[in-house]
C-alpha cells in the first residue's frame, strides 16, 4: 500500500469524524480505499455515503448489485475489490459458477437473464462507455427507469473506487485468502 496506515489519534477532527462514521455505520470498519480517502475527508464522506445508499439501501437486488460489482472490478482487475465481492457475493448467494465466469470473462449462459443482461450490460457500458438501444430497453423493462439509474450509479462508483484501489496499490485482506482457485481473478 502507498499509504502509510492509519493511526486513530493522529487524525485531523475532520477524519475523526468521517472514520467514526464509516465505522460505526453498515460497513462496521474502515477498510478498503477509506484508509487513502481519508486524506481529503470531505471525499471520503461523499464517496462513503453514495456508497452506503448503493449497497445498503438500494432497490435492485442483491444478487444483481453484486453482478455488477463483480463485473467492474474484473474490469479493472481490481484485486482488492474482487477479493472482497466475491465473499459478499457469496454471502447474498450468488451462485459460484457466476462468479467463476465473470472472473474468466465469460457471458453467463443457462443463467436467469437477468443475471445475463446485468453482466452483458455493464461490460458495454465498461468497454464503449455507452448502452446499445437494445440492452437499454431490456434494462429498463427487467429493472425500470430507477432499477438502470441504480445500475449505472453501481458501475460508476465501483469503477471510481477500483481505480483509487489500485492507484493506492490496496492489498486485498487477509480474510479474502481463503478464496478458492477457480473464483480469483486470472493473471493478476
Not at 7 to 33: C, F, H, M, N, W
Not at 90 to 104: C, F, P, S, W, Y
Request: charged share 25%; with cysteine.
Amino acid at each position: 500500500m502507498r499509504n502509510k496506515p492509519l493511526e486513530y489519534k493522529s487524525l485531523s477532527t475532520a477524519q475523526k469524524r468521517v472514520y467514526d462514521q464509516i465505522s460505526s455505520g453498515p460497513r462496521g470498519r474502515v477498510g478498503g480505499p477509506f484508509p487513502a480517502l481519508l486524506s481529503t475527508p470531505e471525499i471520503a464522506d461523499r464517496v462513503q455515503a453514495l456508497g452506503a445508499s448503493l449497497r445498503f439501501d438500494g432497490k435492485l437486488p442483491s444478487h444483481i448489485r453484486e453482478i455488477a460489482i463483480l463485473v467492474t472490478s474484473r474490469h479493472w482487475d481490481c484485486l482488492a475489490e474482487w477479493n472482497a465481492h466475491v465473499l459478499i457475493g457469496q454471502a447474498e448467494g450468488l451462485d459460484e459458477t457466476v462468479i467463476e465466469r465473470i472472473a474468466n470473462d465469460s457471458p453467463l449462459l443457462a443463467q436467469p437473464s437477468e443475471n445475463a443482461l446485468t453482466r452483458d450490460l455493464c461490460k458495454e457500458l465498461l468497454e464503449t462507455q455507452f448502452i446499445n438501444d437494445d440492452l437499454y430497453e431490456r434494462a429498463t423493462q427487467a429493472f425500470g427507469q430507477d432499477g438502470l439509474v441504480e445500475l449505472v450509479t453501481i458501475v460508476g462508483y465501483f469503477a471510481m473506487l477500483s481505480m483509487i484501489l489500485n492507484t493506492y496499490e490496496v492489498a486485498p485482506e487477509s480474510d479474502y485468502q481463503n478464496i478458492p482457485d477457480h473464483l480469483r481473478l486470472p493473471n493478476v
